[in-house]
């Protein structure tokens, strides 16, 4: 369906011509009506769907101009996916001269206070605990606003911001209009629908459509200290243009980026340990196409929308499957082929099985390459790069130095010079140490059960796999009986509860 069909304004479809789309997406073609007549909306869509058009167009239609007031609030679990949301509305709201503003932790507050001050938004971006911040400072008043939108609702319970965003509500005035977006629908999702809601309207993209069928899935079996060099040398073989690795952790992440640094290779890294200026600045790099390679953990990576990425490499497998199709659903975008990696060492296939379970597709098993095969890729790469570079090249200007050269040289040492200057080391040349992470822990089935693993969400909203009774972990070092311990502690205190729907606030 043509974006011209679904009832918005001139305006609006100026903006949405210019940035080159006519067709709407499942998405925006179920939201954008429902949102435009006024009802609450539950829609379940993964990143990289347009949700933020599906809920950001109707939004922009209702909004008020001529009234410098909050008229709508958006709640982004992360600093990235709040400014993403922020740029895009602001673009899709350009022709209306609609004022947008974000607010996020990591940032100087009081200049966030000045510009809330004296430019008033009419439609406020913002994370949870800085939203929270401004309505205790009263440095923001949301009494005209007229929407409330829960983006990213999952991510959001699953990083313990549930009771902000409780707070956030009671500050909205309850004949508001609420929208909740999430990848997936858990319990807790529908129950925060039924206590804030009323009688939500329920948009669910099908299965099909959430998987990554434009995405090319493969795992590689390898242990955790040969992974890096097979990395490398896939890199070689399949010449990956735009590239996300994802890390366990933040040490991981570090690196694995200077490691890759120092094969050659293009790469940064974002964790949230890095200052909001700095990931900031890498992500402007990536998206430009001036960074070959990004390194990220999960977290420093929800939200992100980069259009472009050919290959998402797992080097570490994630424990929560759905987390998987997060990462993966950042390539095959936009009707473009993409491909993705997994690196699984022999103690991690169980986590693989039940990933596949849940995208129901089986990922092809990929042979790690040889030396050989390395090299014959990075040859072949450079053979490309030297095509372009001569179809590019005003060659006459440089014909004398060449023939000058091909009087000193012979023609097939001087391209083979080029050719090498051009291509790595290979993987073994440039060693790089990569400490090893503790694998997932493995669990075995309960006899009962025919030692089948199946997949449930723990309190603290991660996943764990659990036979159908739980078993006792092997005894490890007294350090990792610590870590257990206040992992165990974390997780209690970050239990929540749900009032029950008598209790149900507007």
């Known amino acids: 369906m043509k974006f011209s069909e679904l009832g918005l304004e001139t305006d609006l479809l100026k903006a949405i011509k210019r940035s080159g789309f006519e067709e709407a997406t499942p998405i925006q073609e179920a939201t954008i009506p429902l949102v435009l007549s006024g009802v609450d909306v539950i829609g379940q869509a993964q990143t990289g769907t347009g949700k933020t058009a599906a809920f950001g167009l109707p939004?922009?239609?209702?909004?008020?101009?001529?009234?410098?007031?909050?008229?709508?609030?958006?709640?982004?679990?992360?600093?990235?996916?709040?400014?993403?949301?922020?740029?895009?509305?602001?673009?899709?709201?350009?022709?209306?001269?609609a004022k947008v503003q974000v607010v996020y932790g990591g940032a100087d507050i009081r200049r966030q206070i000045q510009q809330l001050k004296h430019h008033?938004?009419?439609?406020?971006?913002?994370?949870?605990?800085?939203l929270l911040d401004h309505i205790n400072r009263k440095t923001v008043d949301l009494s005209n606003a007229k929407t409330l939108i829960l983006d990213e609702a999952d991510e959001m319970l699953d990083m313990g911001f549930l009771e902000d965003i409780e707070s956030i509500i009671r500050a909205i005035p309850a004949s508001r209009q609420t929208l909740l977006f999430s990848a997936t629908?858990?319990?807790?999702?529908?129950?925060?629908?039924?206590?804030?809601?009323?009688?939500?309207?329920?948009?669910?993209?099908?299965?099909?459509?959430?998987?990554?069928?434009?995405?090319?899935?493969?795992?590689?079996?390898?242990?955790?200290f040969e992974k890096f060099d097979i990395?490398?040398?896939?890199?070689?073989?399949?010449?990956?243009?735009?590239?996300?690795?994802?890390?366990?952790?933040?040490?991981?992440?570090?690196?694995?980026?200077?490691?890759?640094?120092?094969r050659g290779y293009n790469a940064a890294g974002i964790h949230g340990d890095l200052t909001q200026q700095r990931r900031m600045s890498i992500l402007k790099k990536f998206k430009s196409g001036k960074l070959d390679i990004l390194v990220a953990t999960d977290v420093a990576a929800r939200g992100l929308d980069i259009s472009g990425v050919t290959h998402v490499y797992?080097?570490?497998?994630?424990?929560?499957?759905?987390?998987?199709?997060?990462?993966?659903?950042?390539?095959?975008?936009?009707?473009?082929?993409?491909?993705?990696?997994?690196?699984?060492?022999?103690?991690?296939?169980?986590?693989?099985?039940?990933?596949?379970?849940?995208?129901?597709?089986?990922?092809?098993?990929?042979?790690?390459?040889?030396?050989?095969?390395?090299?014959?890729?990075?040859?072949?790469?450079?053979?490309?790069?030297?095509?372009?570079?001569?179809?590019?090249?005003?060659?006459?200007?440089y014909a004398t130095q060449a023939e000058q050269l091909l009087e000193k040289y012979d023609a097939v040492d001087l391209v083979a010079a080029l050719l090498n200057n051009m291509t790595k080391d290979d993987a073994n040349e440039v060693p790089v140490k990569i400490t090893p992470e503790r694998p997932l822990p493995r669990r075995k089935g309960d006899s009962r059960n025919g030692g089948k693993f199946k997949y449930r969400r723990n309190n603290s909203g991660g996943g764990n796999w659990h036979g159908k009774r739980d078993d006792k972990r092997r005894s490890g070092s007294k350090k990792d009986q610590d870590r257990e311990k206040y992992g165990r502690r974390q997780a209690n205190k970050r239990n929540f509860t749900i009032r029950s729907k008598k209790q149900k606030t507007k």
């Open 314 to 397: 797992n080097y570490d497998i994630p424990q929560d499957p759905e987390s998987y199709v997060h990462r993966i659903g950042r390539t095959g975008r936009a009707g473009h082929h993409g491909t993705s990696v997994t690196f699984v060492t022999p103690n991690e296939m169980d986590y693989l099985r039940v990933i596949e379970k849940l995208t129901k597709k089986k990922m092809g098993p990929l042979k790690p390459p040889t030396e050989k095969e390395a090299f014959i890729g990075q040859v072949s790469a450079a053979l490309t790069d030297i095509k372009k570079l001569v179809e590019t090249t005003e060659t006459d200007k």
């Open 59 to 97: 939004i922009l239609q209702h909004t008020d101009v001529k009234q410098n007031a909050i008229q709508a609030v958006i709640i982004s679990p992360t600093r990235e996916l709040a400014i993403q949301t922020q740029e895009e509305l602001f673009r899709l709201g350009k022709d209306k001269r």
């Open 231 to 262: 990395m490398t040398r896939i890199f070689d073989v399949q010449a990956p243009e735009l590239t996300i690795i994802f890390g366990r952790t933040k040490r991981r992440v570090d690196e694995l980026s200077k490691g890759l640094e120092a």
């Open 185 to 224: 629908m858990p319990k807790a999702i529908l129950k925060i629908g039924e206590k804030f809601m009323t009688e939500p309207q329920i948009v669910k993209i099908k299965t099909k459509e959430l998987t990554t069928d434009l995405v090319d899935q493969y795992f590689v079996r390898a242990r955790d």
């Open 120 to 130: 008033t938004p009419q439609i406020l971006v913002g994370t949870p605990g800085r």
